[in-house]
């Protein structure tokens, strides 16, 4: 069975960080194909044998802002070329720009609550009196990644539109894949793996008899992370030390 497997990387790599936390080490140096044969092997029910074609998509760290973390990625990527984990690499890429928005504070929910003027910043007009419902706007500095999830999108309608695989998997928890994965369940067998200790997105869900059936849905764990590690040498690329 032909099974084409689509990494949404960005989202991996938070959803992992969020499982094991920000500067805990053992967990990034991860064995794309390892896993993915491991979890359809375990929870597919998919016909074998299993013919899997892995394509990461993520973007490239900018040295500029981050020389550390662009070494970092570029030792992975290049280890994973090598020791033939992936099929393909799509990449999309960084946008930085300023952003205008109301301050605001986070409620209980995280939902945002706008500061307004009160001690010990009071805003007052030009007679003195407090504005007391003035709100402060500031502008930010924002580094985007874009493409992404583009990319998971049109690789996977691709490779189904024409044929070149007879299921699929999609690795991520971002409900933007909703209707891209809506489609390919119609014409082939979908499943996906959040990698995420969050709950599924909600849009992600479904049932595994729509389409043509045989959807399946997993949630990564720590361990599948921990099992599924590269050789800390592959070639002359090396794990990174906080990796």
């Not at 109301?102 to 500061?115: E, F, H, I, K, Q």
């Not at 729509?210 to 599924?228: E, K, M, P, R």
Request: net charge positive; charged share 20%.
């Amino acid at each position: 069975m032909r099974i084409g497997v689509y990494v949404d990387g960005f989202n991996l790599y938070y959803g992992g960080r969020a499982m094991f936390g920000r500067s805990t080490p053992g967990w990034r140096w991860l064995d794309l194909r390892g896993l993915s044969e491991d979890v359809v092997r375990r929870v597919s029910g998919w016909a074998r044998p299993h013919d899997i074609a892995v394509t990461y998509c993520t973007a490239r760290i900018s040295g500029a802002d981050n020389p550390a973390g662009q070494q970092e990625q570029e030792a992975y990527l290049r280890a994973l070329k090598v020791s033939g984990t992936l099929t393909r690499t799509e990449f999309g890429n960084f946008v930085t720009r300023v952003s205008h928005a109301p301050l605001a504070t986070p409620d209980t929910n995280g939902r945002p609550v706008l500061v307004t003027s009160k001690p010990p910043v009071l805003v007052k007009d030009a007679g003195g009196l407090n504005i007391s419902d003035a709100r402060f706007f500031v502008s930010v500095a924002r580094r985007e990644e874009k493409g992404t999830d583009v990319n998971v999108a049109a690789r996977l309608l691709i490779d189904v539109l024409t044929g070149s695989v007879e299921a699929a998997v999609v690795v991520s928890n971002d409900s933007d894949l909703a209707l891209p994965i809506r489609h390919a369940r119609e014409l082939v067998p979908v499943g996906v793996v959040n990698p995420s200790p969050s709950l599924l997105a909600g849009r992600l869900r479904g049932r595994k008899t729509d389409g043509v059936g045989g959807h399946w849905w997993y949630q990564l764990s720590c361990t599948d992370f921990n099992t599924h590690q590269l050789p800390t040498s592959i070639g002359k690329y090396i794990k990174p030390q906080p990796w």
